[in-house]
């Protein structure tokens, strides 16, 4: 299957494309709007992390690299 981008310069060749679609022997795909977009990622807000669970980790992760450094040191 082969992938094209359309730009439409007469609106008539646009009716083309919807008969072909209507006759199966194209499929029609229009980009997401910005705001469809905005919409799916906020779907996932609420599986996304606190930002006192991130504080948390980057304050473990830190005191993790601090010890290693002070162990190198020594």
């Known amino acids: 299957m082969e992938t094209l981008n359309i ?3 007469n609106p008539k060749a646009k ?3 919807l008969n072909l679609a209507e006759m199966r022997l194209i499929n ?5 709007t910005l705001s ?3 919409a799916k990622l906020r779907k996932k807000e609420a ?3 606190s930002l006192e669970e991130i504080t948390q980790e980057v304050e473990i992760v830190r005191q993790a690299r601090y010890e ?3 162990q190198n040191n020594n």
């Open 7 to 9: 730009e439409i310069v």
């Open 15 to 17: 009716m083309l494309l």
């Open 28 to 32: 029609i795909k229009s980009d997401p």
């Open 36 to 38: 469809e977009a905005l």
């Open 47 to 49: 599986e996304a992390p």
């Open 68 to 70: 290693r450094k002070i």
